[in-house]
């Protein structure tokens, strides 16, 4: 029988927690930090409907990659509004924009990442890249250099697309990018002070097989950062739980990750995606239960369920409002290889669907 964990119904002396004392448990759980949770993430973590920066971010930049691209934007907007120095947040809405055609904003994007001062030495050749500290994202420089470019300011695109250059080293493959975008320049612009055909041969030279879809700086892949990799994990009705009546409109959506602090094998399979829980996320984003598909030891139970505690959902949605919703998080387990386990064995030894189901209600907040 699969373990359960009620996170929803703290009681004292026999009787319900007040909201007050249920308030205050939240607060002492948010207040210890963790890895991985940026300062803003602690501050404004008991605001379950209000996303994180990370959240933000790593939905933005999923949205931006596949076909709703104004969602994605929205997103990192949102990412930026929050957390305005965080500096990944705003060169990936940079990037964004300047796939998306809007060139000026993403100038001023990429601007304000860089520094107003250090792009205008740039541009107009009072700094060369020998002045340029390591501390300067090159990708953003590159960005910059091609939302110029697009606009039309060919001298002050040839300037930067050559601190990039020089940036990336002479004779990398990432200085071909520039080269390849300055051959661009010169054929597009027409002007005399740039030989098309040798900074053609340049991008050849140090990169044969150069394609225009490597010219744009690229978005960051979010499953490879820890901060950003929880919020793209698959959220769907949990089948055993959900009660089939309602319709919901939208599923709940993580909005704030914090990441077990343990290092147990437990936390560890949690904080790497590797566990499937079902949880009751309730109509206000709390957590109220859960369960892990797995089944795990009562020494791990508490601290796992201590961890989930402290995540943060934006609610289900059904007929226009807030709904409580029985989910699926995570990535199912790997299947056994053939010949292992039992034939026979019942499935996960549990109870019969219609009773699951009526239990999962029953705890669950109405």
């Given amino acids: 029988m699969r373990q359960r964990a009620n996170l929803g119904h703290w009681t004292q002396a026999g009787g319900a927690v007040s909201a007050t004392l249920r ?33 933000f971010l790593a939905r933005g930049i999923s949205r931006s990659t596949g076909s709703e691209m ?31 055609g809007r060139f000026g904003e993403a100038e001023a994007e990429f601007t304000a990442g860089l520094g107003e001062e250090r792009t205008l030495a740039l541009s107009s050749g009072r700094l060369s890249s020998a002045d340029l500290s390591g501390s300067i994202d090159a990708d953003a420089l590159l960005g910059l250099a091609t939302s110029v470019q697009l606009q039309g300011r060919a001298r002050e695109a040839e300037r930067l697309y050559r601190a990039y250059a020089d940036l990336a080293g002479a004779l990398s493959k990432d200085a071909g990018r520039a080269y390849f975008r300055l051959h661009e320049l010169a054929t597009e612009s027409g002007v005399e002070w740039l030989d098309a055909e040798a900074e053609l ?8 097989d150069i394609r225009s879809a490597a010219l744009l700086p ?26 089939s009546t309602v319709e919901y409109d939208t599923l709940p959506l993580l909005s704030r990750w914090t990441a077990p602090a343990d290092t147990s094998e437990m936390l560890l399979a949690l904080a790497e995606g590797k566990l499937q829980l079902e949880l009751l996320v309730g109509a206000d984003g709390f957590p109220d239960e859960v369960i892990p598909v797995t089944p795990v030891t009562d020494e791990d139970l508490t601290p796992l369920t201590s961890a989930v505690g402290a995540w943060r959902f934006t609610p289900a949605r059904a007929a226009g409002e807030n709904a409580p919703a029985w ?18 064995q019942e499935p996960d030894d549990e109870e019969p669907g219609d009773q699951k189901k009526a239990r999962g209600r029953e705890t669950g907040r109405k």
Avoid at 26 to 41: D, H, I, K
Avoid at 201 to 208: E, G, H, R
Avoid at 327 to 344: K, N, T, V
């Fill in 70 to 100: 104004r969602a994605g934007l929205a997103d990192l907007r949102s990412a930026v509004r929050l957390e305005p120095e965080h500096t990944l947040a705003r060169k990936t809405l940079a990037i964004a924009l300047l796939r998306a």
């Fill in 218 to 243: 690229a978005f960051i892949d979010p499953t490879t950062r820890p901060e950003l990799e929880p919020y793209l994990r698959p959220i769907e009705l949990s089948g055993s739980r959900a009660d």
């Fill in 327 to 344: 989910i699926l998080f995570g990535r199912a387990a790997e299947a056994e290889p053939d010949g292992q386990g039992s034939s026979d």
């Fill in 201 to 208: 041969a340049k991008a050849l030279a140090v990169d044969p």
């Fill in 23 to 55: 308030a205050a448990l939240v607060v002492a759980v948010l207040a210890t930090p963790a890895a991985g949770v940026s300062p803003s993430s602690e501050q404004a973590a008991d605001a379950p409907g209000d996303p994180s920066v990370e959240a």
